[in-house]
């Protein structure tokens, strides 16, 4: 008897059925529902998917997480890197480099997809062994693509919206105003703060300043709110806007680049050293 022809039949009717029922990212619970309503023997589901795999027709994106890639249909194709994204940890939200070119923020186009978390990471490759120091960060690379993870306290897991990618998937996404804000939270990250600056200036046109200057305060930290604060009066924006950041209460000169020395000229309005050198009359 050829126990591989009942085998594929049974893993095209299942992802047939997970199809229709709208699952074309799914776990274990979907498969084993799914297999009990369609009378599929649960006891070959590892089978059954390893063969689908096989044949190209899931993808495993980590353990008990599948992703049909698109045979049913002609016109079907992966699922856009977001929903990947969004899957592959709960909850999370399209952050940093990702949401800026996805909110048009900025003409780069980010290698990686990143999110922000308030769940612990582990990738499988904190699970590996290294014989030595590792030079890039952790991630998951699915089909080329690689995932990056930003943990994030649950008080800062704020500002995120929610964003159509297709008729099937709805994903998180820091808004506009969030996103920006991130730039001042991890200005290394966009290359210093020569560049989040630039970012904000060519920026400014495109967000709530309101809002910003209300994430600021909420996110709770002196220095970024006074760093965003100068660097908002810096490209105009009234002092009226302002007086929430001018009031955060702080006692000592923060740096307005956090990585670079502490040089430069102190203002001591906003509590500022201007370690870039940036003159302060534009």
């Known amino acids: 008897m050829n126990i591989q022809k009942p085998v594929e039949s049974y893993g095209i009717r299942l992802l047939q059925q997970l199809f229709l ?50 045979w049913l249909l002609p016109q079907e194709t992966q699922p856009h890197p977001f929903v990947i994204s969004a899957y592959l940890i709960q909850p999370s939200a399209i952050s940093h480099w990702s949401a800026l070119q996805h909110h048009g923020l900025t003409e780069q186009i980010p290698h990686v997809i990143m999110a922000s978390t308030s769940q612990k990471i582990v990738t499988p490759s904190m699970r590996e062994k290294q014989s030595s120091p590792r030079k890039m960060k952790h991630a998951w690379i699915i089909n080329d693509v690689r995932y990056e993870y930003i943990s994030v306290q649950q008080k800062h897991f704020f500002g995120i919206i929610k964003i159509w990618l297709d008729e099937y998937f709805q994903v998180s996404i820091t808004d506009k105003e969030r996103t920006l804000l991130d730039v001042f939270i991890y200005p290394k990250m966009f290359g210093g703060m020569g560049e989040a600056l630039g970012i904000l200036e060519s920026s400014l046109a495109d967000v709530d300043i309101k809002k910003l200057v209300n994430y600021a305060i909420q996110y709770d930290k002196k220095a970024i709110s006074k760093r965003l604060g100068w660097a908002l009066e810096y490209f105009g924006i009234s002092t009226q806007e302002l007086e929430p950041l001018l009031n955060v209460p702080i ?32």
């Open 21 to 70: 029922r709208g699952k074309r990212i799914f776990n274990m619970q979907d498969v084993v529902a799914t297999a009990t309503l369609e009378q599929i023997p649960v006891n070959q589901l590892r089978k059954i998917l390893s063969n689908l795999a096989k044949q190209g027709r899931v993808l495993r994106l980590r353990r008990g997480l599948y992703v049909s890639v698109g």
């Open 251 to 282: 006692d000592y000169y923060c740096r307005l680049d956090p990585s670079s020395p502490p040089i430069g000229p102190c203002d001591k309005r906003w509590m500022l050293q201007n370690n870039l050198i940036i003159e302060e009359n534009k």
